[in-house]
C-alpha cells in the first residue's frame, strides 16, 4: 500500500507571557484582537531563536475505519526556530533527529519508506497565518469568550479566503520510496484560542472544509498503481501551548506542549493518527551559556 506523508506542522510557536490584570479584558475588536495577536507572534520569532527543545513525534497507521495498523513509530528531534534571514513575519522550523524508534537514526531512514511519515528538516512556523503578511488569505470572526485551563479566552474562527482547494499528488520531496505529499491550496477552517489578558495564542484547531479530491498525475498512477484521484477525508490537528519558566534572567514563555492530528485518505494512500509532543525545553543566554527551564 502506499505510503502519504504530511508536511510537518507544529512547532516552537508561542509567546513571551505578558504581565495580566485582574479579569478579562473587555473584548475588542476583531482588527484590534488580531493587531494584538500579530505584536506577540513577532515578538515571539525573535526570542525563540535561543530557545531548544525535545520533539516527540509518534505516528500510528489506521484504516479508514480508524482501527490501527501495525507497528507506530516514534521519532526523537531537537528543535530550534529561526527567522533570520527570512522575510519580516516569516520563521521556519528546524529539525535534528536524534532517535528513531528508540535507536541513532541509520542512512536507510533517509530514503527508506518507514521513514515516510518522519517530521521534515525544515518546516513552515505554524503561527505564520495570523501575521500581516499571510492575514488576508483568511477570513476571521470573533467567537465569544470562553476558556482554556481556567484561562479566559477570545474564540477567533477563521477560514480559507479562496473557498476551492485544488491539490495535486507528488512524490515525497525527501526521497523516500512509495511516499508522497501533495501541493497546491486547499481550503481550511478553525478556531483559535487566546488569552484575554495577554494575547498568546493558548489553542488552535484547524481542519479541511469537508472531503478535498487530490489529482494524481498520470505519470504517478502508472508507476505507482494508484487511482486517477485520491480523497482526503477528514485532516484535523490540533496544538497547545503551556507557560514555561526560565531563570537568570527570569521569564516565562507560552511554548507549545503538544500537537496532535489525524488524516484519512482514500484511494491507495495511507491514513494516518500522529502527536508531537514537546519537552525538555532549553534557553541561550549570552554567546554560549544554556539555561535550563524551573
Given at each position: 500500500?502506499?505510503?502519504?506523508?504530511?508536511?510537518?506542522?507544529?512547532?516552537?510557536?508561542?509567546?513571551?507571557?505578558a504581565p495580566t490584570t485582574?479579569?478579562?479584558?473587555a473584548e475588542p475588536g476583531i482588527d484590534e484582537l488580531l493587531a494584538r495577536v500579530g505584536e506577540r507572534?513577532?515578538?515571539?520569532?525573535?526570542?525563540?531563536?535561543?530557545?531548544?527543545?525535545?520533539?516527540?513525534s509518534t505516528v500510528q497507521p489506521i484504516d479508514l475505519s480508524y482501527s490501527s495498523q501495525g507497528f507506530a513509530r516514534t521519532?526523537?528531534?531537537?528543535?530550534?526556530?529561526?527567522?533570520?534571514?527570512?522575510?519580516?513575519g516569516e520563521a521556519r522550523v528546524v529539525r535534528e533527529v536524534r532517535r528513531v524508534n528508540g535507536h541513532a537514526p541509520r542512512e536507510?531512514?533517509?530514503?527508506n519508506r518507514d521513514g515516510c511519515t518522519d517530521p521534515t528538516p525544515l518546516s513552515n512556523e505554524p503561527l505564520e497565518f495570523l501575521l500581516p503578511a499571510h492575514r488576508a488569505e483568511y477570513q476571521f470572526k470573533l467567537a465569544g469568550l470562553s476558556k482554556e485551563r481556567n484561562r479566559p479566552a477570545f474564540l477567533i474562527d477563521f477560514t480559507s479566503v479562496n473557498r476551492r482547494s485544488d491539490l495535486e499528488l507528488i512524490e515525497d520531496p525527501g526521497g523516500h520510496d512509495d511516499c508522497f505529499d501533495w501541493t497546491g491550496d486547499i481550503v481550511s477552517r478553525g478556531r483559535i484560542w487566546v488569552d484575554a489578558t495577554g494575547y498568546d495564542v493558548l489553542r488552535i484547531e484547524r481542519s479541511v472544509g469537508g472531503p478535498v479530491s487530490v489529482r494524481v498525475p498520470v505519470r504517478i498512477q502508472r508507476?505507482?498503481?494508484?487511482?486517477?484521484?485520491?480523497?482526503i477525508m477528514r485532516d484535523d490537528m490540533t496544538i497547545r501551548y503551556r507557560s514555561v519558566a526560565f531563570s537568570d534572567p527570569d521569564e516565562t514563555l507560552l511554548l507549545p506542549e503538544s500537537v496532535y492530528s489525524f488524516t484519512v485518505v482514500s484511494g491507495g494512500l495511507q491514513s494516518t493518527r500522529r502527536?508531537?509532543?514537546?519537552?525538555?525545553?532549553?534557553?541561550?543566554?549570552?554567546?554560549?551559556?544554556?539555561?535550563?527551564?524551573?
Open positions: 500500500m502506499a505510503k502519504h506523508v504530511l508536511a510537518a506542522l507544529v512547532v516552537l510557536v508561542a509567546l513571551e507571557g485582574a479579569g478579562a479584558q507572534i513577532a515578538d515571539f520569532y525573535a526570542k525563540a531563536q535561543h530557545v531548544i527543545c525535545t520533539e516527540v521519532v526523537e528531534s531537537e528543535l530550534r526556530v529561526e527567522a533570520d534571514g527570512l522575510e519580516p536507510k531512514d533517509k530514503k508507476r505507482h498503481n494508484l487511482d486517477i484521484r485520491v480523497v502527536s508531537q509532543v514537546y519537552s525538555d525545553y532549553k534557553r541561550f543566554v549570552g554567546d554560549s551559556r544554556i539555561v535550563e527551564r524551573d
